[in-house]
């Protein structure tokens, strides 16, 4: 009988159970959604508590962060106010730097620990949830650190835009043809959905933007997919696959396969085939690894590094601990073959917390726990305005008819009536009204100008 079974099999627990939520992310976020919903009485009286430790004050729609690079939603709708939506939760805005679940405590540095002087604190719990997600994976490519930019977060897709914007502005003025070639190079390494997606919306934007400059055209730049296997796109299958790079060839991308970025020392992109590209933009979406706080847990994992989890999101061995989403190796009970795990993806994540959270409240209440239980139905991608593909319950689209869905199944999946309104809102409004073609990198540096005027020296620039 498995730790999960048995723990759903006791008496409920004693008054003042805090549940403490790791992460505010899709997992996170949903999870203590499910838990404030579920726990309402308990809540009131005071039974329970739910303490959500997350870096950030908002949990981030990744899926739109292409969009939101290429202008057609506010950053501002990417993300989701946690404090507005997780009412009956505390947030801490802070970094758990380590779990000793045979203490029950988490150690947690917060904003106010490096002002105050104390170092980290202790948030002990009765019941764990353990959803860090995941951070870029990156490998030793000489430069890399020094010159690559993520494509993660917020922050980074619209840097991103700022970043692209900022190079045309750099060609269009420069009397170097060096510079301007190397800053209308782009190279994207990485040919997941993060890197296509990125590439295709950020090619977009800037061919659009393109028809603004006197002197540079779509034709002067260079955009560049490398990847290390022989597809992309592998979620939406091999025939999609193909079409996918059929069509960014088509558009005069340099997609190359079996390649891999060797070095990116001096702003120059050395690849595996031998091609170099001068260039002041590299992205990387390589891939993905499990979060640090994971190996600083006293809690068992995988060869792979992230949490050994039950069907029923358990962690496996582990009483009062829990997991799901790309923190966690989940058991896909739909496959036909045993040993299958569950894909590290939002499809997933968002229905696995709402299990999680039913099996909390089923664990505290003395009654049994169900297994998590979908088949995966797909997947879509975007490639640009009105472009697009998908493989989903077995039909597979392509061009508008993939990029409308596209839309249409990440509308009706990003959280909260206020966020779908707002982005339906933008999109409505970005079809009718042209594109922004702005930059506005100065808000990495908001107070140069004041330094500037107050005597000091402007901040160097890292593009």
Wanted: a neutral charge; charged letters at 25%.
């Amino acid at each position: 009988m498995t730790a999960a079974i048995s723990r759903g099999t006791t008496p409920a627990s004693p008054p003042g159970t805090r549940i403490l939520v790791v992460g505010g992310g899709y997992v996170g976020l949903y999870t203590a959604l499910r838990l404030q919903k579920k726990l309402k009485p308990e809540l009131k009286r005071g039974e329970a508590e739910i303490v959500v430790v997350t870096p950030d004050p908002y949990m981030t729609y990744q899926p739109f962060l292409p969009e939101a690079a290429a202008g057609s939603i506010s950053p501002r709708h990417v993300v989701v106010p946690l404090r507005r939506v997780l009412d009956r939760c505390r947030i801490v805005i802070g970094e758990a730097r380590s779990i000793d679940h045979e203490k029950r405590t988490a150690t947690v540095t917060t904003l106010a620990t490096e002002e105050e002087g104390t170092g980290a604190v202790d948030i002990a719990y009765d019941e764990l949830v353990l959803a860090p997600g995941s951070i870029s994976r990156t490998l030793p490519v000489p430069g890399l650190a020094d010159h690559g930019i993520g494509f993660k977060t917020v922050e980074e897709a619209i840097g991103l835009r700022n970043h692209v914007l900022e190079q045309m502005d750099i060609a269009s003025s420069t009397r170097d043809p060096a510079i301007r070639d190397a800053a209308l190079t782009f190279v994207f390494v990485g040919g997941g959905y993060a890197g296509v997606e990125a590439l295709g919306e950020l090619e977009d934007m800037a061919r659009y933007a393109s028809r603004y400059y006197h002197n540079v055209k779509a034709e002067d730049m260079k955009w560049i997919l490398v990847e290390a296997s022989g597809r992309i796109l592998p979620e939406v299958g091999a025939e999609m696959g193909t079409y996918t790079v059929r069509e960014l060839r088509r558009r005069n991308i340099d997609v190359r396969l079996e390649t891999r970025l060797d070095s990116c020392e001096d702003r120059v992109a050395v690849l595996s085939d031998g091609a170099r590209f001068p260039t002041r933009t590299v992205v990387w979406t390589a891939g993905v690894k499990p979060h640090p706080i994971l190996a600083a847990s006293d809690l068992p994992r995988t060869e792979r590094g992230r949490l050994k989890c039950t069907a029923q999101l358990s962690v496996d061995g582990a009483a009062h601990a829990w997991g799901a989403g790309d923190a966690a190796a989940v058991p896909d009970v739909t496959a036909a073959e045993p040993g299958t795990e569950c894909a590290p993806n939002a499809q997933h994540a968002v229905r696995q917390a709402r299990t999680l959270g039913d099996n909390i409240v089923a664990s505290l209440r003395g009654q049994p726990l169900k297994e998590y239980e979908h088949k995966y139905v797909g997947s879509v991608a975007s490639l640009g305005l009105h472009k697009g593909v998908a493989h989903v319950y077995g039909r597979k689209l392509k061009g508008y008819p993939a990029w409308f869905m596209h839309r249409v199944y990440h509308l009706s999946r990003v959280p909260t009536f206020n966020r779908k309104a707002r982005v339906l809102a933008e999109w409505t409004l970005s079809g009718l009204f042209k594109r922004e073609i702005v930059s506005l990198g100065s808000l990495e540096h908001p107070r140069a100008e004041f330094e500037l005027a107050a005597g000091g020296e402007r901040p160097k620039e890292s593009s």
